[in-house]
């Protein structure tokens, strides 16, 4: 299944989820990743899946459902489908519903990739740091994948691109949320010029455990120090649409594939399908349960997760 939800996002709304990609294939392995360390590092584009099969797919959600974005999101980074830009073609052909990319803004040195995106209605790209060094220790990136090339490209793309860029900063303490690192973050914000900046923390179980949000007094800088900044380091409100799945077991598969659930969102959805299956799921090992920042959450067992205390370079 290419395309689910719609799920609540705390960005876009009702969001209708299409994943091109395999888990977890990505251009980084970031210390924050909620669906563990990346499994294929990889920064060469493909079409992993015949791309009608994934359109295919995407027409029997949206007719299920009207969300308020078709968000290609990937269960890593989707500017690695080279189908990218024929499906965004298609879905802005099909429906008068808006387009959104979330990307971590890696691969935008490449002229297809830019190009793939221009259709999109609003592109969501990442900047962590400001330094090459900052870059390898938070994102963990391909080796072909510089600071420099990285940061060119996403300039480049603000210059050919009309939509709206909306960039993340996921914060995480000790390692880019010092006065010295926000400055070099704010300087690379500058050059790229996005619409709007988010600043984020680590809201679910991360891949490294010691991967924390900053205290409230860091955050509190960072947007002092950022600009003009929106806060997103809360929780998604509202409820998951479940009914395009066909029984809980499947509906909680299906969602912490995506992304860690945490349990209460869980024990709704065997509510709404009156089918009590969450403890069944942890005891035969298909999902584990994780404390972080005072809640639980359910995530597949097969998530690669690192020690609390390994290659922790945050000293915190
Ligand atoms: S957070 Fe995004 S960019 Fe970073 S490893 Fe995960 S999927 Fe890739």
Request: glycine share 6%; proline share 7%; hydrophobic share 35%.
């Amino acid at each position: 299944m290419y395309a689910y939800g719609p799920v609540p996002s705390r960005r876009l709304g009702k969001s209708l989820g299409v994943s091109p990609i395999p888990p977890k294939t990505c251009s980084y392995s970031c210390v924050y990743c909620q669906l563990g360390r990346t499994n294929h590092l990889q920064a060469r584009r493909e079409s992993f899946y015949p791309r009608e099969d994934i359109f295919k797919d995407i027409k029997t959600v949206v007719g299920e459902s009207r969300p308020d974005y078709i968000t290609f999101v990937g269960d890593g980074e989707p500017t690695l489908c080279k189908d990218l830009g024929w499906l965004i073609h298609e879905c802005k052909e099909n429906w008068d519903i808006p387009v959104a990319v979330i990307t971590n803004g890696s691969l935008f040195y490449m002229e297809d990739v830019r190009h793939d995106l221009m259709e999109a209605d609003v592109v969501l790209p990442t900047l962590d740091a400001g330094s090459e060094e900052l870059f390898r220790k938070i994102n963990r990136p391909h080796p072909d994948i510089a600071f420099d090339k990285m940061l060119q490209g996403q300039i480049d793309f603000r210059k050919e691109y009309h939509g709206k860029i909306w960039m993340e900063v996921m914060l995480v303490a000790g390692l880019n949320d010092s006065d010295e690192a926000l400055a070099g973050i704010k300087k690379a914000l500058d050059m790229v010029r996005p619409d709007r900046i988010y600043i984020n923390v680590p809201i679910r179980p991360p891949a490294e455990p010691w991967a924390k949000p900053p205290e409230p007094e860091r955050i509190m800088a960072a947007h002092g120090l950022l600009g003009k900044t929106i806060d997103i380091a809360g929780y998604e409100s509202g409820n998951f649409v479940v009914d395009e799945f066909k029984d809980a077991r499947t509906a909680i598969l299906e969602l912490t594939s995506r992304h860690p659930l945490r349990e209460e969102q869980a024990r709704k959805i065997e509510e709404k399908f009156a089918e009590k299956i969450v403890d069944k799921l942890v005891s035969s090992s298909e999902l584990v349960r994780v404390n972080y920042r005072g809640k639980v959450y359910l995530l597949p067992s097969r998530f690669r997760r690192g020690g609390s205390n390994e290659n922790n370079p945050t000293g915190v």
